[in-house]
């Protein structure tokens, strides 16, 4: 059984692939602080974990966080709003990187970071600090810099927003396609207006600028 001690940070591990979990198991058992509290191989096996484990924090890799993330990590903070969340990042886009600090992540750690930096970005984000790879603060102070103000998103059409609203929700552009009634080809020029309009390059970027509006 993970996890019999009790008398240290409670971490639930989240990630598609079993030896990796096994890895990481392995990693907080040799720590006299961290404790592998249980494992999920998936989101839904992830969220039904959350309430029986009570974890002081997760370990969540960002495969398991369909794009945008930032929407999956929001729900998971709902759920436990106390939770500190630790992304496990494989080599995903920056941008979806910072998508899932922007949902609320504590810490973005590449899966390659040697265990005990790993290990002291959980205890960083226990005791309230956050822990980003210096990419990503690179990207963010960028960011800080050059994101339009939220009041720009009313210079698109009404159509426009609406299919900007669709994207930020993570629909893929066929489903907005049948949702609107119109072809394919249609929301891909719309879309490319949008991003025009909104001096974005992504969809996560637009996906962000999105929720940014509605805070």
């Known amino acids: 059984m993970l996890g ?61 966080l369909e794009p945008p993330p930032f929407r999956k990590i929001a729900e998971l903070l709902q759920r436990r709003p106390e939770i500190r969340i630790v992304a496990l990042s494989q080599g995903e886009p920056v941008d979806d990187q910072v998508a899932a600090v922007r949902g609320g992540a504590s810490a973005i750690v590449g899966q390659r970071t040697p265990g005990p930096k790993l290990c002291e970005a959980i205890r960083s984000v226990s005791r309230g600090l956050r822990w980003y790879d210096p990419a990503v603060e690179r990207y963010m102070d960028e960011r800080r810099t050059t994101t339009l103000p939220a009041g720009d998103l009313t210079s698109l059409t009404p159509r426009e927003r609406q299919i900007a609203a669709l994207v930020a929700r993570g629909e893929p552009y066929r489903r907005i396609a049948s949702e609107l009634q119109i072809s394919g080809h249609t929301v891909k020029n719309h879309v490319r207006h949008i991003f025009d309009k909104l001096d974005v390059n992504s969809r996560v970027e637009l996906a962000l600028l999105a929720a940014e509006s509605q805070n």
């Open 4 to 64: 019999p001690r009790n008398d240290g940070i409670r971490v639930l591990i989240a990630h598609p692939q079993a030896l990796v979990r096994a890895a990481l198991t392995a990693l907080m058992a040799d720590t006299t602080d961290l404790i592998a509290a249980d494992e999920a191989a998936s989101y839904a096996d992830l969220l039904t974990k959350l309430g029986p484990v009570a974890p002081q924090a997760a370990l969540v890799s960002l495969q398991l």
